[in-house]
């Protein structure tokens, strides 16, 4: 199946894994001003182009329709059919609509291309490669504009915002932590702490609170997934004793830098957005819409649990006004427009993804195994706090990636 190499080449370049990448994270980038000459939205071009690929593939035996690949598409398919069944009682039209397209055109993109990719461990490392390569770039992009004075607006690619960005920002720095925990070569693990560093950085220098929470939390769970594998024993994994002198030097530079009166922390705007809090008299905008957002979703999911008040009907219920809005928050979100069928519906996805992985667990090796788990976590922990369902079909596509983990599990289990 696949290349049966890993190293990089031009064919890999080029691979499947690499438009399924860029229609992935399209948008981060596309509304950069050397690609407004475009009159199609590029990710429908690379939608197409991916798609047309993975038939290809297909057809050349690359990948298989299994039975768990059946079943993950049948729940999906019924959740899609409940979603335009639901229009028949929201008050929404135009944002329902532009719902309704994702949900059967991106959304299942993303899904069946980590179904694909998951069924090889080739295709999985060249994957995670190119989210490196993606993290690189934008890390490397985030720091040249805060040296030269043009990020005093907020991180941006073109018109984009800073939020999907720093999300891969975040994920390639949890694929780094991945690779810590498999190798033992000291210059290797200097660059990947180095490479870490960088990236968080990045996040930081965005301003993203919400990526570093995922990023940080995901880590988090890797390392417990870890120490669980190895019984709870005290001795903690080789990467978090790096991280941790990492820290400790580098929270002694900051700290020397700031009482120097090198660095004023107060001119970055995370740390404004953070202090606000604990200020009297103060309020933190978006923290405190977002709260508003999830009082009043609870409130209006009581008023109708079961069903749900339609899909794309937030905007009209907290405005009157059919406007692209959502609560920043997947999970009220389904609650609010589906009810507790629809989650429930969802909720399947993420069990057989859950169950899935369970099931390999003997076979594969504690890394591999506790990093698959993060690596859903992380984009779980990014969708408690912006995008709407279809503006989070990266989680998805990693609860895809957990259902049909088992080629991924099994050669890393034998070859670790």
Not at 7 to 18: N, Y
Not at 153 to 169: D, Q
Not at 261 to 285: C, K, M, Y
Not at 387 to 401: E, K, P, Q, W
Request: charged share 10%; with cysteine; proline share 2%.
């Amino acid at each position: 199946m696949a290349n049966k190499t890993h190293s990089w080449s031009l064919r890999q370049i080029l691979s499947f894994e690499a438009i399924f990448i860029a229609f992935l994270f399209s948008g981060a980038y596309k509304t950069h001003p050397v690609l407004t000459w475009i009159p199609v939205d590029i990710t429908i071009i690379l939608l197409a182009l991916s798609g047309s690929i993975a038939i290809l593939l297909w057809f050349r035996d690359d990948w298989k329709i299994s039975p768990i690949l059946q079943i993950f598409i049948m729940i999906y398919l019924i959740f899609i059919l409940y979603v335009v069944l639901s229009t028949t009682w929201s008050n929404s039209s135009t944002y329902a609509q532009f719902k309704l397209l994702r949900l059967f055109t991106v959304v299942p993109g993303s899904i069946g291309g980590a179904l694909i990719i998951a069924q090889s461990n080739v295709r999985f490392a060249r994957f995670l490669r190119l989210i490196v390569t993606f993290g690189i770039l934008l890390s490397t992009l985030v720091i040249f504009q805060y040296i030269s004075g043009t990020l005093n607006g907020g991180f941006s690619i073109g018109e984009g915002a800073y939020l999907l960005p720093s999300r891969i920002m975040g994920i390639a720095g949890l694929i780094f932590i991945y690779w810590l925990s498999k190798t033992q070569n000291f210059y290797k693990r200097i660059v990947l702490i180095i490479l870490t560093s960088i990236h968080i950085l990045g996040i930081f220098l965005s301003s993203s609170r919400g990526a570093l929470v995922a990023l940080f939390a995901a880590i988090g769970l890797f390392v417990l997934l870890q120490m669980w594998y190895n019984r709870y024993h005290i001795q903690l994994p080789h990467e978090v004793r790096d991280l941790g002198l990492t820290g400790l030097i580098g929270g002694t530079g900051v700290a020397i830098a700031i009482s120097a009166g090198v660095v004023d922390l107060t001119s970055f705007r995370i740390v404004r957005r953070t202090l606000r809090l604990f200020l009297p008299n103060q309020t933190e905008t978006s923290l405190l819409a977002r709260i508003e957002h999830y009082q009043f979703s609870f409130e209006q999911w009581l008023q109708s649990p079961l069903f749900g008040h339609g899909i794309g009907s937030y905007g009209v219920l907290r405005t009157g006004e059919d406007i692209i809005l959502y609560p920043h928050n997947i999970i009220l979100e389904i609650l609010i427009e589906l009810g507790l069928i629809g989650f429930g519906l969802m909720s399947s996805l993420v069990f057989i993804g859950i169950i899935r992985i369970y099931r390999y667990k003997q076979a594969a090796s504690d890394s591999t195994y506790s990093f698959l788990i993060a690596f859903a976590f992380f984009w779980f922990v990014s969708a408690l706090f912006s995008f709407d369902i279809t503006g989070n079909r990266h989680f998805l596509m990693s609860v895809a990636l957990l259902c049909v983990s088992s080629e991924i599990l099994e050669v890393n289990g034998k070859t670790e």
